[in-house]
C-alpha cells in the first residue's frame, strides 16, 4: 500500500522567513512523480510544485524549492521570503500509477 | 485552455435520500477522471477513478457509485446516503501520463442529516 506521512500537522512562520515542510512517503512503484498542493480557505487545490521521480535534480518554482532524496523516500518542501499569501493546508502527494495519494497536510500560518 | 467544473457547490441532505454530483471537463479529450472525498481536516480519499467511457475503479468499499456516461463527464452517486457520506468531495482530471499534473474542480460540500 500506498502511504504518505506528513508529521507537522501545524507550522507557523514569520512573514519573510523561510519554513521548511516534510514528507515522508512509500511505494514499491518505480516510476511516479510528486507533488505539493496548496489548500487555502476557498479549499481549491492548487499545484504548488512537482518533481519527476527518477531526476536528481531538485525542482524549484520562484520562491519555492524542494529536496528531494528518493532513497530514503523524502520530500520536503521550503518556502522562502514567506508571504501571508501562503498561509494554507499543504499537501505532499506521490503518485504512483497515476493515482494522487495524499499525506494528512500541514497547516501554514503567517505571522505578520 | 482545459476546465473543470463540478455540481453542485453545497448539497444538504437527509439520511437514506439519493446522491448525484456532477463534474464535467472541458478542452482535453480522453482524460483520466478521478473522485476524492476529503473528511474534516484531512487529507484527499481516491474513491474512483476511470480511463475511459464505462470504465470505473472503486479504490474503497463505500456506500457511493460513479459513472461516466460520456468521455469528460465524471458522476457520483449514492441510492441512500448515511451520515458517514458527508465531506467535501472533489473531482479532478489528468492526461494520463504520469508526469502530468491532476488538476481539481471546485469542489461539493455533502452535509448528510
Known amino acids: 500500500a500506498q502511504t504518505v506521512t506528513q508529521s507537522q500537522p501545524e507550522m507557523s512562520v514569520q512573514e519573510a522567513e523561510t519554513v521548511t515542510l516534510s514528507c515522508t512517503y512509500d511505494?514499491?512503484?518505480?516510476?511516479?512523480?510528486l507533488f505539493w498542493y496548496k489548500q487555502p480557505p476557498s479549499r481549491q487545490m492548487i499545484l504548488v510544485i512537482r518533481q519527476e521521480a527518477y531526476k536528481q535534480q531538485n525542482a524549484t518554482e520562484n520562491r519555492f524549492s524542494v529536496n528531494f532524496q528518493k532513497a530514503a523516500k523524502s520530500f520536503s518542501l521550503k518556502i522562502s521570503d514567506s508571504q501571508l499569501g501562503d498561509a494554507a493546508m499543504y499537501f505532499c502527494a506521490p503518485n504512483p500509477n497515476q493515482k494522487l495519494v495524499f499525506g494528512q497536510g500541514t497547516r501554514l500560518t503567517i505571522n505578520p | 485552455s482545459q476546465t473543470i467544473h463540478q455540481w453542485p457547490a453545497t448539497l444538504v441532505q437527509p439520511v437514506g435520500s439519493p446522491l448525484s454530483l456532477e463534474c464535467t471537463v472541458e478542452g482535453t479529450s480522453n482524460p483520466n477522471l478521478y473522485w476524492y472525498r476529503q473528511a474534516a481536516g484531512r487529507g484527499l480519499q481516491l474513491l474512483f477513478y476511470?480511463?475511459?467511457?464505462?470504465?470505473i475503479s472503486s479504490e474503497v468499499p463505500q456506500n457511493l457509485s460513479a459513472s461516466r456516461p460520456q468521455d469528460r463527464q465524471f458522476i457520483l452517486s449514492s441510492k441512500k446516503l448515511l451520515l458517514s457520506d458527508s465531506g467535501f468531495y472533489l473531482c479532478?482530471?489528468?492526461?494520463?501520463?504520469?508526469?502530468?499534473?491532476?488538476?481539481f474542480g471546485e469542489g461539493s460540500w455533502l452535509t448528510v442529516v
Open positions: 479532478a482530471w489528468g492526461t494520463g501520463f504520469s508526469g502530468n499534473t491532476i488538476y
Open positions: 476511470s480511463v475511459g467511457i464505462g470504465q
Open positions: 511505494t514499491s512503484e518505480s516510476d511516479y512523480y
